[in-house]
């Protein structure tokens, strides 16, 4: 119901509430992933993206039905770059390098590899981790399908070139 009326905020917190108190008794040997996955979405139609990226993290880990595995998975990241628009925290960059990669390890041709291999090598670019940056980027630029990300990721790499003084490599990339 909440879901379907939003104007109703009341049933949304009923509901919120009911989720608090059922996945709080939940086993943790044998947890109800369909429930912990309604309340993530439920968390994230009211804009608490941060516990809800939490939560379908849970999902992401756990489940063995591998299309919840993977929409959580992408889920948790999504809900965690909506924190971030709200309110950055200090490891937040990192948290969301460490979903990436986990979302790759599990899903290496998902839906949203390609963007989220581009995200993972821009976040490192963000975070002055260069050479990281640098090593995924250089895969990326050539195999990328994506003309957008394919640019994007051809320009990250040439920047860094160009911040290193690497000018023969930049030059070779530049031709290409």
């Given at each position: 119901i909440s879901l379907k009326n939003k104007q109703h905020k009341e049933f949304a917190n009923l509901t919120l509430q009911a989720f608090r108190i059922l996945l709080k008794r939940d086993d943790p040997k044998n947890p109800d992933l369909n429930s912990r996955y309604a309340f993530a979405e439920l968390l994230f139609q009211l804009e608490?993206?941060?516990?809800?990226?939490?939560?379908?993290?849970m999902v992401g880990r756990l489940s063995v039905d591998p299309t919840q595995k993977h929409d959580a998975q992408y889920s948790s990241i999504v809900?965690?770059?909506?924190?971030?628009?709200?309110?950055?925290?200090?490891?937040?960059?990192?948290?969301?390098?460490?979903?990436?990669?986990?979302?790759?390890?599990?899903?290496?041709k998902g839906q949203y590899a390609e963007p989220i291999q581009f995200k993972v090598a821009s976040l490192y670019y963000q975070t002055n981790n260069k050479e990281e940056a640098q090593k995924w980027l250089t895969g990326l630029s050539e195999k990328l399908t994506q003309i957008d990300l394919k640019r994007k990721s051809q320009d990250l790499l040439l920047d860094i070139l160009n911040q290193k003084k690497d000018y023969s490599l930049l030059k070779k990339y530049s031709k290409k």
């Open positions: 608490e993206y941060r516990e809800a990226s939490e939560n379908y993290e809900s965690l770059e909506k924190a971030i628009e709200k309110k950055k925290d200090d490891k937040d960059l990192e948290n969301l390098i460490r979903l990436g990669l986990i979302y790759l390890k599990d899903q290496p």
